[in-house]
């Protein structure tokens, strides 16, 4: 398994910006998708972006399109979420997540589309006032 610690947290105003990053430590191949969760009291847990191991294959939800940028460096194991222009809707616990990409399928295509994550961290809070 892997294991993941996210930092970068806390309160924010409107339109402002944060950063998020999340590291990574145990077993980590290099055949990882990496992604971002986020869930607000009462809502579902959604997935807000994700990453294929070099970056080829990103994903973001409409909700964050365009304001939000993931990225990671693998030599550092280190996944970050540069969040811009933030809303209060933005306003959730964080999750930072790995899953495994089976042999045989593009790591590209896969972390495009997956959604069950197997390895998450405990999350950092992100208030937007």
């Known amino acids: 398994h892997v294991q993941l610690v996210e930092s970068g947290g806390g309160l924010v105003q409107t339109g402002g910006s944060l950063r998020l990053s999340c590291a990574a430590s145990?077993?980590?191949?290099?055949?990882?998708?990496m992604g971002w969760f986020r869930q607000a009291p009462g809502k579902e847990r959604e997935r807000v972006a994700s990453?294929?191991?070099?970056?080829?294959?990103?994903y973001y939800a409409d909700s964050v399109k365009g304001r939000f940028i993931i990225s990671r460096d693998n030599a550092k194991a280190i996944l970050d979420l540069q969040m811009n222009s933030v809303e209060p809707t933005d306003t959730a616990r964080y999750y930072c997540?790995?899953?495994?990409?089976?042999?045989?399928?593009?790591?590209?295509?896969?972390?495009?589309?997956?959604?069950?994550?197997?390895?998450w961290g405990r999350g950092t809070q992100v208030t937007v006032s």
């Open positions: 990453i294929s191991p070099w970056g080829s294959g990103v």
């Open positions: 145990g077993n980590l191949s290099a055949r990882t998708c």
């Open positions: 997540a790995a899953v495994a990409i089976p042999v045989g399928r593009s790591g590209a295509d896969y972390c495009v589309s997956a959604v069950a994550y197997t390895d």
